[in-house]
């Protein structure tokens, strides 16, 4: 075996903090392009949210002050489905825009308008990928000690979570790599290229993601001390309810920037653009 064979170069540590930094930083230099590329998806799923909201509110508010048995009307179903696939699509829809921005400084397209480009499907492929890739080894781990081990389920649920995480933050870097059209970033390259940055991508996922829902978790606390000196049979109860789902749906979808500005700066550091 060759000395360049068994001293191949190990590829360089992400620069934690300052990618964490660069994220958030882009995310507010850049808010007016968030907007631009987002405001369709925001309408679009506000509405939504309104919709399921207050079908749901006003049916559980039915159930209490008439004594109903629960159940779920199907036309809650169908609007609580249709919200779902609008906010999933929303978010990739988002990132595919945001990803291109950052990398390849490309001015954000109409609104929802890469909804119909093969970059946008791909991106959910890649994603589907990665989860299968993470879950079913994660499965096969689980399964003997669901059937054997019982006593020691929740510490190794807990374990195999943990690394499914890390693996499935190393493999992440290919979902910037789709955005842009970069093919060469597979499977194997993107284990490769991150190697030795399990713990870094880690730990910049959780500043990226956690502090914002923190941020919104406190605000919804609030929100709920003030509602909760109120009955629930109080028809203003469903309003409020209403307004709080529109208001986080809206925040949730305009954070998503963040944590995906974060995978694209990794993204250059780990393939080289500058």
């Known amino acids: 075996m060759s000395l360049a064979a068994t001293d191949a170069p190990r590829p360089a540590k992400l620069p934690l903090g300052a990618t964490i930094r660069l994220a958030y930083a882009t995310f507010f230099d850049h808010f007016a392009d968030v907007l631009r590329i987002s405001w369709v998806w925001l309408v679009a799923c506000a509405l939504l949210s309104a919709m399921a909201n207050w079908l749901k509110m006003n049916q559980t508010v039915d159930t209490l002050r008439y004594r109903m048995v629960p159940k779920t009307p199907i036309e809650s179903w169908v609007v609580d489905s249709i919200f779902l696939i609008a906010f999933l699509l929303a978010g990739v829809s988002i990132a ?17 308008s890469n909804i119909a480009t093969g970059r946008v499907w791909r991106y959910i492929g890649t994603t589907l990928l990665i989860m299968l890739v993470v879950l079913i ?4 781990a689980i399964a003997p000690v669901f059937l054997l081990f019982w006593n020691w389920l929740a510490l190794v649920v807990i374990g195999v979570y943990l690394a499914a995480l890390l693996v499935g933050g190393r493999l992440s870097v290919m979902l910037p ?12 390259a993107a ?9 870094r991508l880690f730990w910049g996922f959780i ?4 502090p914002p829902a923190v941020l919104a978790q406190i605000a919804i606390m609030l929100f709920i001390g003030i509602s909760g000196q109120q009955s629930l049979l109080d028809g203003s109860f469903a309003v409020k309810a209403t307004v709080l789902s529109v208001v986080f749906t809206l925040y949730y979808l305009l954070s998503v920037p963040i944590a995906v500005g974060f995978l694209s700066h990794a993204y250059r550091h780990f393939s080289g653009r500058t």
Request: charged share 15%; with cysteine.
């Open 207 to 210: 500043a990226c993601t956690v």
């Open 177 to 188: 790599a789709q955005a842009v059209d970069d093919r060469t970033m597979t499977l194997s």
């Open 137 to 140: 080894p994660a499965l096969v």
């Open 96 to 112: 595919v825009a945001w990803h291109r921005l950052l990398i390849l400084h490309e001015a954000p397209p109409p609104s929802g």
């Open 191 to 199: 284990w490769d290229t991150t190697r030795g940055n399990s713990w």
